[in-house]
């Protein structure tokens, strides 16, 4: 058995948000997301061997193949090694199952590489600064002064709300660990071929559009549950939250990434968007949120205190169902 029942489901859940919380992404087990990641690159080199030969439908046709490949290994695998776990006993399904669900999660990770950027912000190492930036986004991070800096981590943070935590979970509650690590794969694909660049414009069309469909519900409930998180903590103002993503959220490029950009830079009171540069092409992204004051460092740790605040709300939502379930039945 491996789609278990919904008080099962509700339970693998709420474990595997708190082994993310507690263990994160330890460095000596073989994440997942980076065995997708070799896959895909593997696929990308196999499917453009004679790329001068290729023309834009061409491009569009083997992107497609990649994305329908990486999605249908990924799921199957997972779903063997699942039903091989439960197989062998049930308590094992139920482990392999809640840390497989944990490993498409990435509470402490964000956490972790945004304070990588936060701490030589806050001593004054930009070099640093810049080095780290760089491992969370792909704009260019050369030319960033303080203020660029932090805005890359709140924006990577505040979007990765989505795609880091609320997406995955909700694949998990319909699918369990299979249909989470085929979103987990969708997301990868975009983040290594969704680009509108020149190299990717066509060949990475479909996984981009995938990656839209897939979070297209979890963007949208990002911004109640931010503006939820900014009511209970200090500093922050929920109201200003939900008017943000009501007035700024389409504006963004991406269909999704602006909802929970918009609610952060709201619930906090800053300005997010801007210019940056891509593979060395200047993009002017739209504003988020009303610039009250200049951003600063500390706004990292006010993201990551609203993604952390969004993760509790969430696993105090999944144990209250439980809960309700139990006592109904």
Do not use: C
């Not at 990002?222 to 200090?234: E, G, H, I, M, V």
């Amino acid at each position: 058995m491996i789609f278990y029942s919904l008080p099962e489901t509700l339970l693998l859940i709420a474990a595997a948000i708190v082994i993310d919380w507690t263990v994160g992404d330890p460095r000596r087990i073989p994440h997942p997301v980076i065995m997708i990641g070799k896959l895909i690159a593997y696929l990308e080199r196999k499917l453009r061997r004679q790329e001068a030969g290729y023309t834009n439908n061409g491009l569009l046709y083997r992107g497609g193949i990649l994305a329908v490949a990486v999605l249908t290994v990924s799921f199957a695998v997972m779903l063997g090694m699942t039903v091989l776990a439960d197989a062998i006993h049930p308590w094992l399904g139920y482990a392999v199952t809640a840390w497989f669900i944990s490993t498409t999660i990435a509470v402490k990770g964000l956490k972790d590489a945004a304070m990588l950027v936060f701490r030589p912000l806050m001593s004054g190492d930009m070099d640093e600064a810049r080095k780290y930036t760089g491992y969370i986004v792909s704009r260019d991070t050369r030319s960033l002064d303080e203020r660029g800096a932090a805005r890359a981590a709140v924006e990577t943070v505040a979007e990765n709300i989505v795609d880091a935590f609320l997406s995955p979970l909700l694949f998990a509650m319909l699918g369990g660990a299979p249909l989470a690590m085929l979103y987990r794969a969708a997301n990868t694909l975009d983040s290594m071929v969704g680009y509108r660049s020149d190299r990717y414009l066509y060949f990475g069309r479909v996984s981009a559009r995938i990656d839209d469909a897939l979070n297209y519900i979890p963007a949208r409930l990002s911004a109640l549950l931010l503006a939820l998180s900014a009511l209970l903590l200090p500093g922050m103002n929920p109201w200003r939250s939900l008017k943000s993503a009501a007035v700024f959220a389409r504006r963004h490029p991406s269909p999704n990434s602006g909802f929970p950009e918009a609610a952060a830079a709201g619930a906090i009171g800053i300005e997010l968007g801007g210019t940056n540069v891509y593979f060395g092409h200047t993009s002017e992204r739209a504003r988020m949120g009303w610039p009250l004051r200049p951003l600063e460092a500390l706004d990292i740790v006010r993201t990551v205190r609203l993604l952390y605040a969004v993760s509790i709300l969430v696993w105090i939502g999944v144990i209250g169902w439980w809960l309700y379930l139990l006592l109904k039945g």
